[in-house]
């Protein structure tokens, strides 16, 4: 019998932290990272190749917008969060059940060292455990390097969406990236 992702999304199988780059683990993000978190966030919303957002959430906000049993932190042996990623529902249909809408960030200096890349690897395995079969985002076009990244770690760009809302007082476009799972949703 196929698993029903919408049964239980928020809970995957237990998950203990991974090491990998070097000197970096890759573990369950906790409610003491959120300090730490939303710097990382709010570094890569000044870059303004992140998102339309302007300004990180409270650590209230964003931990009622991210399902619980999907948010990864990257750290280093001092325990400075170096990235994280987190997953959102796309919708509250049962027929969306198994699609979530995902964001990565690394601290700025940290960088092409395959934090980025070991965060998704973790997100993707996390998701697929819990039925989830696509994982999906929107980017900025300017931003190659998470173009890249998402590529590389199996995603497909699916379309631009054209103009489709105003930052900082112009018309953006997004590339709208998606990864369908070979394991979950496939019966």
Do not use: C, N
């Not at 973790?122 to 994982?135: D, M, P």
């Not at 076009?141 to 007082?169: K, N, Y």
């Not at 476009?173 to 990864?179: A, G, H, W």
């Amino acid at each position: 019998m196929p698993q029903d992702p919408a049964a239980d999304r928020s809970v995957p199988a237990a998950r203990t932290a991974v090491t990998s780059p070097v000197g970096v683990v890759i573990r369950p993000m906790e409610p003491a990272d959120a300090g730490q978190v939303l710097a990382v966030y709010q570094a890569g919303l000044d870059t303004g190749l992140a998102s339309f957002e302007t300004t990180a959430p409270s650590w209230e906000a964003f931990d009622a917008a991210k399902l619980p049993g999907h948010r990864f932190v990257a750290a280093d042996g001092g325990g400075e969060v170096l990235g994280w990623v987190a997953v959102s529902a796309v919708s509250a249909r049962r027929v969306y059940a198994g699609v979530v809408e995902h964001s990565v960030y690394v601290r700025p200096g940290h960088h092409r060292r395959g934090i980025g890349a070991e965060l998704l690897r973790e997100l993707i395995g996390s998701t697929e455990a819990a039925g989830i079969w696509t994982i999906q985002s929107s980017i900025f076009p300017e931003h190659t390097a998470s173009l890249r990244l998402h590529q590389q770690a199996g995603f497909r760009i699916v379309g631009t969406r054209e103009r489709v809302a105003r930052h900082h007082g112009r018309w953006r476009d997004t590339v709208l990236v998606e990864r369908r799972s070979a394991i979950a949703g496939t019966e």
